[in-house]
């Protein structure tokens, strides 16, 4: 049965890990329209994996690696979700705009360590703490093991994989363009990322100086994709460093994805 009505989180027993100074944020503006019928009535991240809304995997995360304060950016059926262990800001242009506005919504958040996750994807914990323990400035999530996982979701995974070049030290050098081989693909961008306390205002700054006229990746300011705002970050700004996975995500995307498993 499909969620027709704002949902009530379940009571959560933390961990007694404490990650001060970190604040975690989840980004759940966009419709899913590929996830229809289930996005008929509540956004994506409240759509059920396994008979549990893809949020509720996301926050039971965060909170057992000792991330408890929480925002959540919402914009469509952003009413649905009524929870108690989330700060909320919301993209009232949710419908022409795109992950980098949405992030920008919630600008007063980003102080201290911070954590951006897309709210289509769920990890396991060992992921978010290899994310927690980077000390770089700007870190992203890669999956080195990607190709397993798009398998499961594509006939053809290049079809839908995008770039990600690293050099010898771990650092990205490409990412989020069209490959034209598998040798241009070191990893996948999952959507999870972490900006260092004492980046985070360089960060800021950078985006509000970014040319609003331009276009990023065929997209305008407003409707930039993240991996554009990384690159434009490695390009201009400072050093974008890879934590390595191998598995242990999934994405949903499609009503196709809800039948897939975890590998890794």
């Given at each position: 049965?499909?969620?027709?009505?704002?949902?009530?989180?379940?009571?959560?027993?933390?961990?007694?890990?404490?990650?001060?100074?970190?604040?975690?944020?989840?980004?759940?503006?966009?419709?899913?329209?590929?996830?229809?019928?289930?996005?008929?009535?509540?956004?994506?991240?409240?759509?059920?994996?396994?008979?549990?809304?893809?949020?509720?995997?996301?926050?039971e995360?965060?909170h057992?690696?000792?991330v408890?304060?929480?925002?959540?950016?919402r914009?469509?059926?952003?009413e649905?979700?009524?929870?108690?262990?989330?700060?909320?800001?919301?993209?009232e242009?949710?419908?022409?705009t795109n992950m980098?506005?949405t992030?920008?919504?919630?600008?007063?958040?980003?102080?201290?360590?911070?954590?951006?996750?897309?709210?289509?994807?769920?990890?396991?914990?060992?992921v978010?703490?290899?994310?927690?323990?980077?000390?770089y400035?700007?870190?992203?999530?890669?999956?080195?093991?990607?190709?397993?996982?798009?398998?499961?979701?594509?006939?053809?995974?290049?079809d839908?994989?995008?770039?990600?070049?690293?050099?010898?030290?771990?650092?990205?050098v490409e990412?989020?363009k069209?490959?034209?081989?598998?040798?241009?693909?070191?990893?996948?961008?999952?959507?999870?990322?972490?900006?260092?306390?004492?980046?985070?205002?360089?960060?800021?700054?950078?985006y509000?100086?970014?040319?609003k006229?331009?276009?990023?990746?065929g997209?305008?300011?407003?409707?930039?994709?993240?991996?554009?705002?990384?690159?434009?970050?490695?390009?201009n700004l400072?050093?974008v460093?890879?934590?390595s996975?191998?598995?242990?995500?999934?994405?949903?995307d499609?009503v196709?994805d809800?039948?897939?498993?975890?590998?890794?």
């Open positions: 049965m499909l969620p027709t009505t704002a949902y009530r989180q379940p009571e959560y027993k933390h961990t007694g890990k404490q990650t001060d100074m970190v604040t975690g944020i989840v980004l759940a503006a966009g419709e899913g329209t590929r996830l229809r019928p289930y996005t008929e009535k509540v956004p994506k991240c409240m759509v059920p994996y396994k008979g549990k809304p893809l949020l509720d995997y996301i926050v995360t965060f057992q690696e000792g408890n304060d929480l925002v959540l950016v914009g469509y059926k952003g649905t979700i009524q929870r108690t262990d989330l700060q909320y800001y919301t993209n242009d949710y419908d022409r980098v506005y992030l920008f919504c919630a600008e007063d958040a980003l102080r201290g360590d911070v954590i951006i996750s897309y709210g289509d994807i769920i990890y396991r914990p060992e978010l703490q290899a994310l927690l323990k980077s000390n400035d700007f870190s992203v999530v890669v999956d080195s093991e990607w190709r397993a996982l798009w398998e499961q979701r594509m006939s053809n995974p290049l839908d994989a995008e770039t990600m070049k690293l050099d010898a030290s771990g650092k990205i990412l989020g069209k490959p034209k081989s598998y040798d241009e693909i070191q990893g996948q961008y999952i959507g999870l990322i972490k900006i260092g306390a004492h980046a985070i205002d360089k960060v800021r700054q950078f509000h100086a970014m040319g006229e331009k276009m990023y990746d997209k305008d300011f407003n409707n930039m994709y993240m991996t554009s705002f990384i690159q434009e970050v490695i390009d400072m050093p460093h890879a934590v996975i191998a598995g242990g995500w999934l994405e949903f499609s196709e809800l039948a897939l498993e975890f590998i890794g």
